[in-house]
Nanobody, 122 residues
């Protein structure tokens, strides 16, 4: 599966951005998808994930501000980011895996998109 992320850019604190990730093939066989972010000098961290049944989970830092969604018919997932903060500045990567464990556990096999930069100014 090839993933193509888009939608990053520059936003002011308190603003919004929407990221999208398109898959090259059907997501029907992909159990879990999510968004990671990586700030300069830091490890890549899982921001939000969604399973094939629609169950979602978020990092504490983005709860109530970010919403992940999945459209299996269009082979896409999205991340609506609201009330952005400067600390949200990072490269955002979409990811897909055959199991939730594979998605969230570091080192497990997963598919990655190319990353899209989000910059939030104060």
């Amino acid at each position: 599966v090839q993933l193509q992320a888009s939608g990053g850019g520059l936003a002011q604190a308190g603003g919004s951005l929407r990221l999208s990730c398109s898959a090259s093939e059907s997501l029907s066989g992909i159990y879990a998808m999510g968004w990671y972010h990586q700030a300069p000098g830091k490890l890549r961290e899982l921001v939000a994930h969604i399973t094939s049944s629609g169950s979602t989970n978020y990092a504490d830092s983005v709860k109530g501000r970010f919403t992940i969604s999945r459209d299996n018919a269009k082979n896409t997932i999205s991340l609506q980011m609201s009330n952005l903060k400067p600390e949200d500045t990072a490269i955002y990567y979409c990811a897909a895996a055959l199991s939730l464990g594979d998605l969230i556990i570091r080192g497990r096999d997963k598919y990655w998109g190319q990353g899209t930069l989000v910059t939030v100014s104060s």
